[in-house]
């Protein structure tokens, strides 16, 4: 009867053990993978970042005025590419999760006009609203931040 128990210990501790190394192999096989498909990525953009342009932003800032609250407000941001290289959007960042930018994917050829559409979710938003977008480019000097603001009306119950 001991040694049965002492053969079940010892089976466990090995299958613990196996399952530790399986996790930690996938994981790192996880990471490796990951790090891999951004290098790719990543190289295009530091490329492209590397030949800086400027940038002429025509709407900095948007006043929806006053909505209902729940309802979406959407507006585009118009910039035109007023350097001598393409223009090159790698992220478009809203500072809270109910704005969403959307970014142009591909490069603004210089002297042509490009767009951040942004919806902004008014749900449980009541009150004064003012939302800012961060971009992140190649234009030197910096892009600047993008507002969106308003009145949030709350719904009367």
Do not use: H, W
């Amino acid at each position: 009867m001991l040694k049965i128990k002492s053969i079940k210990k010892y089976t466990r501790t090995v299958l613990c053990k196996m399952k530790k190394i399986l996790f930690i192999t996938a994981l790192s096989i996880s990471v490796v993978f990951f790090y891999s498909c951004d290098i790719r990525n990543n190289g295009k953009k530091q490329a492209a970042i590397k030949d800086s342009t400027t940038v002429m932003v025509i709407d900095t800032a948007y006043n929806f005025g006053s909505v209902k609250e729940g309802e979406i407000v959407e507006y585009s941001f118009r910039f035109k590419n007023s350097g001598k290289n393409p223009l090159v959007i790698s992220n478009a960042q809203a500072s809270c999760g109910c704005t969403v930018p959307e970014k142009p994917e591909e490069p603004i050829a210089p002297g042509n006009t490009g767009f951040i559409k942004v919806k902004f979710n008014s749900d449980k938003r009541s009150g004064e609203a003012r939302k800012t977008i961060t971009v992140t480019s190649n234009a030197r000097p910096e892009f600047p931040a993008l507002i969106l603001k308003g009145t949030v009306i709350g719904k009367v119950e």
